[in-house]
């Protein structure tokens, strides 16, 4: 299995929040230690709102290419909808060479209408403008000339797109909440599919799981990679885990996450979301280590990705989490799954 981080670059939402000018290098920091320590792949997802520095993800990525040498770097998310499939090959292939072929992109459709309002999309064609988006640029990945035709831009009429990328074909992950639709659609594109777990029980993502692996045979695709992508963190001790992460969590989801209809969380019901039925993966090495064993019994996800990083965590807690998940968590995990299944060792894709 492997591990990584995924962050939005917080910044707190408080009056004695940290800026930008600051949190940013403090994530390159996070980014080389990830590297060091041995982490699979670290992602940077896009937001265009307040309590948040990661509007344009891919340019932090790159800079975080001349500061590593290993570890992969991708989106987590790119918001497709609202941007053009030409440009976001164009970008990733850039940082694909910056990377010396470490690059990476999920997509997504967008949680928010941030990105809709500042790009002059519309939500009136929320899945539509994400299907035609994505299976464009799954199309500008191959090596053949594209001549395509669309709703949503301009026609394009045997164009190659140049440079190519260092790898022999850029990774496309596309994330997935709750939806079947978007499982089964994840499946008929031939994508690595990324699970978002932020509520419910683990026992639920499982159909997802099994509809995106049924979407890939029935359409005639080889197996691609599964991941899951938790709210998660890990501290020497759980009560250390809980005193940093649980106030920072609920701040984040009773204010970001508010106007998506998410109920008020409590201090008890991060708790209990921490438990062995919930989707967080907080405490310490071992608990981490527990949960997301349980998560791959359910799921047998290639890779499993941890958002340390929310509201108010400090960067000398991440840098410690960071530090326990690569010297600790992730050698665990590796040899616990390393009998995994041929058709899991198959589905880790094109590297």
Known sequence: MEIGVFTFADVALGTDGITPARRIPELIEEIALADEVGLDVFGIGEHHRVGYAAAAPVVLLAAAAARTRRIRLTSAVTVLSTDDPVRVFEQFTALDHVSQGRAEVMLGRGAFPDSFRLFAETTDDYDNLFDEKLRLLLQLRGDAPVTWSGRYRPDLVEEHLYPRPTQAQLPVWVAVGGSPGSAVRAGQVGAAMGIVA??????????????????????????????????????????????????????????????????????????????????????????????????????????TMLQLAVGTVSHRDLMRAIELLGTQVAPALRAATAGATDRQEAAKGPR
């Open 198 to 303: 932020l509520g419910g029980s683990p026992r639920r993502l499982a159909p997802l799981a099994e509809l995106h692996r049924q979407a890939l045979h029935q359409h005639g695709h080889a197996p691609q990679p599964l991941g899951l992508n938790l709210h998660g963190f890990v501290a020497d001790t759980s009560q250390k885990a809980i005193d940093v992460y649980g106030p920072a969590e609920t701040e984040v989801m009773n204010t970001t996450f508010a106007e998506r209809g998410f109920p008020p969380l409590t201090l008890d019901d991060f708790v209990a979301k921490t438990g062995p039925n919930g989707v967080y993966a907080v405490g310490s090495p071992g608990q981490v280590i527990d949960k997301i064993l349980t998560m791959h019994a359910l799921l047998g996800q290639q890779r």
